[in-house]
């Protein structure tokens, strides 16, 4: 039950975080469009976002969460706060030096990720370079913000870190709305937007710590043993935590080879799908890895599987009817939310692609954040790289195979292959992480599995037909007001759920399916 609650307040603090994601979304569609300039602000921040979410909640957090939770059931304070001092220490020295080399060689970073604008010469090349300048030094920042967070989560303080996504949100639509309209360029308000929410993401984190009494006191300690533990399992989930944002990143390579307005498209869409893989995804990722880490500690491999067990159950139930409603909504949602001004039908229909085929893998891509800690708690960290780096080397490979058959048939969208390869790469890592764990004995399914996957494909066809009826006129959307749009999706979302609900109830699901193991 305490896993079950405290999964619920990250989850919630998330879900507000993202609704104003959604409102940050809204406005930069309405005011700048699917346009060269956004393409050019996305990858200026996709690049230190996907580095935050490679090193900070990433790798770093991975390794360095199992460590601290170590050193807590110890019951050594002193040798505690050492680790926490040595750690920020060694982790500012390193990330400010990467830091200025970013933002001394932003256009050299952003030829890598971006070689179809360098070689065509576009001017969105020299436009993201200079966003990137700024942009570099949120690594930085959140990075130590991250840091922070991996200690208050360690002591089950998960509130403050789950609601400090929103400064970001809050901070880029202050940037749109008050900033813009003085610049010469108003895109590049965005990126001063990015800064600021650094500097404010790491500065809430601090009264949280100073309660705890584990404000950290930097010092550099390269050769401090728990720092060194760190470092060496930080190189491994270097590779597995990196698969995700590696995924992304080719794909928006890909993507600068296609028509303007394909980096924007993916972004709309992928937006969407971290609603739930936030809400969900993330908030049970964040609980389980210092719960799996202290029962591992304390040799309790039954607990150890039983709470494993508990997360995919939760998984699965929510997942596959939110990958089934966005699916079949994915033209009103897109609709209602950016279809205003500057973003167009055309817009819309480009993102529905992407959007479906990214929906179509949300079970696999929350099921991988569920699946990993399980190893990265009993700190092994080579079995997932392993499968990570098979997991990547599929998505490359299908990602030119998708696109290249989508253009070779004279599809309209044929960005919608990079999403296709994301989701299909992300079924063959769980897949294979699920495996691993049953071949070490440390997870084993309990009973009821398949009642419930009965319930859940029963309810989810119910749920599908019943969308589909509500939602099947599209230029019916596009031709109602705002309120008309905002209102016709909150029925179509408030129905789907309770005849999902309803029809699991019926076939069988009880409440301690959503309980069992959540201690």
């Known amino acids: ?51 935050r979410r490679l090193f900070a909640e990433g790798s770093f957090s ?72 700024i942009t570099f030094s949120y690594i930085l920042l959140i990075s130590l913000t991250a840091l922070a967070g991996g200690i208050l989560n360690t002591f089950e303080r998960f509130l403050v870190p789950a609601l400090t996504p929103i400064l970001l949100n809050l901070s880029l639509i202050a940037a749109a709305l008050l900033l813009s309209s003085h610049l010469e360029v108003p895109v590049t308000a965005l990126a001063w937007g990015v800064l600021a929410a650094g500097f404010l993401q790491l500065l809430i984190q601090i009264p949280a710590l100073m309660r705890l009494g584990l404000m950290p006191r930097p010092r550099w300690g390269w050769r401090h043993s728990g720092v060194r533990r760190i470092l060496k399992l930080m190189i491994p989930t270097l590779f597995g935590s990196s ?69 995919l159950r939760l998984a699965v139930i929510i997942t596959v009817p939110a990958a089934v409603g966005l699916i079949i909504l994915a033209e009103p949602i897109l609709i209602t939310l950016f279809q205003y001004d500057a973003f167009q039908p055309d817009d819309v229909r480009m993102s529905a692609y992407s959007l479906v085929a990214y929906a179509a893998g949300l079970p696999a891509f929350i099921a991988v954040k569920v699946l990993a800690p399980g190893y990265y708690a009993r700190q092994d960290t080579k079995t997932p790289v392993k ?27 044929p960005h919608a292959g990079l999403a296709i390869a994301s989701s299909v790469a992300a079924y063959l890592n769980a897949f294979l992480l699920y495996l691993g764990l049953r071949k070490r004995q440390v997870y084993k399914a309990g009973p009821g599995w398949i009642r419930l996957w009965v319930a859940i494909i029963l309810a989810c066809t119910t749920m599908g037909a019943l969308l589909l009826f509500m939602t099947h006129d599209v230029n019916s959307w596009l031709q109602a007001t705002l309120s008309l749009r905002v209102k016709n999706l909150a029925l179509s979302i408030s129905f789907g759920i309770i005849i999902y609900i309803f029809t699991c109830m019926v076939t069988g699901l009880k409440k301690h399916d959503l309980l069992r193991g959540a201690k």
Do not use: C
Request: proline residues 3%; hydrophobic residues 55%; glycine residues 8%.
């Open 243 to 311: 698969v995700a944002q590696v995924n992304l990143l080719f794909d928006s390579i890909i993507a600068t080879f296609l028509v303007t307005g394909s980096v924007s498209w993916l972004y709309y869409s992928d937006r969407l799908l971290e609603f739930p893989l936030g809400v969900l995804g993330i908030a049970l990722a964040t609980v389980i890895l210092p719960n799996l880490s202290q029962k591992h500690a304390k040799a309790s491999t039954a607990e150890f599987s039983a709470t494993l067990d508990w997360a």
């Open 62 to 133: 991975l390794a360095f969460v199992p460590v601290l939770s170590e050193y807590r059931a110890n019951g050594d304070r002193a040798a505690l706060r050492d680790l926490v001092d040595h750690v920020t220490g060694t982790l500012a020295g390193i990330l400010l030096v990467i830091t200025a080399v970013g933002i001394f060689a932003a256009p050299l970073v952003l030829s890598i990720f971006a070689p179809g604008w360098l070689t065509d010469h576009r001017p969105e090349f020299d436009l993201s370079a200079g966003m990137l300048r």
């Open 387 to 413: 499968i990570a780096v098979m997991a990547m080397g599929t998505n490359m490979v299908l990602n030119l195979v998708f696109v290249g058959l989508l253009l070779d048939r004279g599809f309209a969208g």
């Open 1 to 51: 039950m305490k896993l079950l609650k405290s999964t619920a307040t990250v989850g919630s603090a998330t879900i507000i975080s993202r609704v104003l994601g959604f409102v940050r979304d809204v406005v930069l569609a309405k005011m700048f469009g699917a346009s060269g300039e956004t393409d050019a602000f996305f990858l200026a921040f996709r690049i230190p976002n996907f580095m």
